[in-house]
């Protein structure tokens, strides 16, 4: 075959440049089935790391901070990565030039990441008051009623939706359908949330209120508060 | 007629399967330094694509900084279970990717084929399970009739597709941007998670259809024995290819569906 590696005693070729050297490594089935169930039992172990941290907030009542979770999540997926680039990709076995482009991307996108994060985050370090300059509403601003669809939004988006919402099904329908959407079921998951108690910890910082159960003859349903 | 037995003449080059008949380009001295270079500008191609995906990851991380709560909420629409039936289908597929190399380089072309043919399968199952029980109820209401969770709602009643399809009151429009309808938003930033949600998790699925395209393109040459020992190029690098989708997938399972 092709890949040989016989270049030791070639004449025509002393120093193997005719060969290729790092040549065609096979790797064997039982490295890359072992890769696969380590990398599975890592999805296992991400999924397990969140579950544990939602489990460990509400038992105990404390309120684990977003940097854990991220920190958590983003190094299992580190080694999970490094695993299916030295491995699946070969890097392991590839001539060093590929890894070196790899990295040197990894690097650019670090950096892209820091310079970003490290303006956002020292925003307030001169004046305070640029720490929280986005308003509150998100994209359903008045700017986008120009466009060509939605061009009704005049609002926050969340208030038109609730707003449309209830015009659209009623009041007394609209209680209904929250009870079926937002009430009873557990936490997370394709279903609904549960709202915040005092052994859970969902934040109730920037809950907007639009479709709160009002008190009869309240003319505003949907007001922020 | 000819009088040489059949069965000690060297085979003509027409005889033998085109990878054994593979000659390299005339401007690369060896085989081998075509396949590197094949490799490599593949992996230059793969930096860009790191690239691209790393301005989906920034605006994740600058939006997640201003607006916690938005992702909290946000992240609980998802059900971390589909997400992990996707992550065990991408890491069987990346497995089963790297096995067709492994085949052909052992010129063992059946395998080959049911490598193949097994990470496009699993590739459309990926799209399939991402479009149907992810997408389509959050974007409109509409649940499939097999959805295990639409027995936790109301339904309303409707239906379409025959039946394929059923509808529940309220529980859609959680859609990005201004597009956004969902009334029972429980943070006013809402829409802006789910603008990243769709654009990233779009985006790779994106991917993964181009991959569907590309790994049927080699199992077309496989099955005309155009890879073997001699001659593996394309599998290889679409593979890499492959293995990058797999690799953004294990990042944004975590950072989008085990927030809390």
Known sequence: MAHAHAHAADPADPHGDLEGHHGHVIIPVSTLLGVLVVLLFFTVLTVAASRAEVWIASTFNVNIPQSVNVGIAVSIAVIKSILVASFFMQLKYDSAVNTLVFLFCLFAFALFLFITMTDLGARSVVYPYKAGEVIRGGTGNVKWANQPFRRDIKGPVYEFAAKEFTDRVGPAEVAVVREDIMGGHEPGGHGPLAPSTANQSRPARGLTGALDPVPAGAAEPHGEH | ?260
């Open chain 2, 1 to 260: 007629m000819t009088t040489i037995d059949a069965a000690h003449r060297l085979p003509r080059p027409e005889d033998l399967p085109p990878h054994e008949r593979h000659v390299h380009q005339p401007h690369w001295r060896t085989k081998e330094a075509e396949f590197d270079a094949a490799k490599f500008g593949m992996w230059l191609f793969l930096a860009t694509e790191v690239l691209l995906f790393s301005g989906m990851f920034c605006a994740y991380a600058v939006f997640r900084m201003l607006h916690p709560d938005a992702w909290t909420n946000g992240s609980h629409y998802l059900d971390w279970k589909w997400g992990g039936l996707n992550t065990i289908v991408l890491l069987v597929s990346s497995f089963t990717m790297a096995m067709s190399i492994h085949n052909a380089q052992k010129n063992q072309q059946g395998w080959l084929k049911f490598n193949l043919c097994f990470t496009i399968l699993c590739a459309l199952a990926f799209v399939f399970i991402k479009f149907t029980f992810e997408y389509t109820p959050k974007w409109s209401g509409w649940f499939f009739f097999l959805d295990p969770a639409l027995h936790h709602h109301v339904d309303s009643g409707r239906t379409a597709l025959g039946g394929l399809f059923h509808f529940v009151e309220g529980y859609g429009g959680k859609r990005p941007g201004s597009l956004f309808a969902y009334p029972f938003a429980e943070s006013p930033y809402e829409p802006i998670w789910w603008s990243v949600y769709y654009i990233s998790t779009g985006i790779h699925a994106l991917h993964v259809l181009i991959g569907v395209g590309l790994i049927s393109w080699l199992l077309w040459r496989a099955q005309r024995r155009h890879f073997g020992p001699g001659h593996y190029t394309a599998v290889e690098i679409v593979g890499l290819y492959w293995h990058i989708v797999d690799m953004i997938w294990i990042f944004l399972f975590p950072l989008l569906y085990l927030i809390h």
